[in-house]
């Protein structure tokens, strides 16, 4: 290989180098921008909550996670929730059945009890999920169980 061919070649890796290390720059730039963003959005979000915020409630331990190894399949979550509606606030969203629960279990199987519920005549939809914000639900009077 010739010297001015070799020094070339070395001098355009040079500046392959130096592009790809601004790139990823850039992108790190790019990423710290987006994290800011939502570091703001969030304490934006919590400072709303704070100025409408209920008055605090006195914390009680948390729920010991249920124990559903003996069922099988998203029915575990709806009986699960069932057993401690009475822990569930009367107007709720999904992270109060998680507090009540000990648990979150997968999305999917949670608003499929959830959507149980409804039909069953336990709960009622409150007001849709907008944003950041969970849909809300209502708890009714719970239906007879005699007809298990």
Do not use: C
Not at 57 to 69: K, L, N, S
């Amino acid at each position: 290989m010739e010297p001015n061919h070799f020094e070339a070649l070395r001098a355009r890796l040079e500046d392959q180098l130096r592009a790809d290390v601004e790139l990823l720059h850039e992108a790190h730039r790019v990423k710290l921008r987006a994290f800011e963003t939502v570091w703001r959005a969030q304490a934006d979000v919590g400072q709303m909550a704070q100025m409408q915020a209920p008055p605090p409630v006195v914390a009680t331990a948390p729920a010991e996670p249920t124990d559903i190894g003996n069922r099988t399949g998203g029915w575990a979550v709806l009986f699960s929730i069932q057993e401690k509606m009475d822990q569930i606030p009367e107007v709720f969203d999904k992270n109060d059945v998680a507090a009540a629960l000990g648990f979150m279990p997968k999305r999917a199987t949670l608003f499929r009890a959830l959507d149980e519920l409804r039909a069953d005549g336990w709960i009622q939809d409150e007001s849709p999920s907008e944003g950041r914000r969970p849909a809300r639900y209502r708890k009714l009077a719970q239906p007879d169980s005699n007809d298990d």
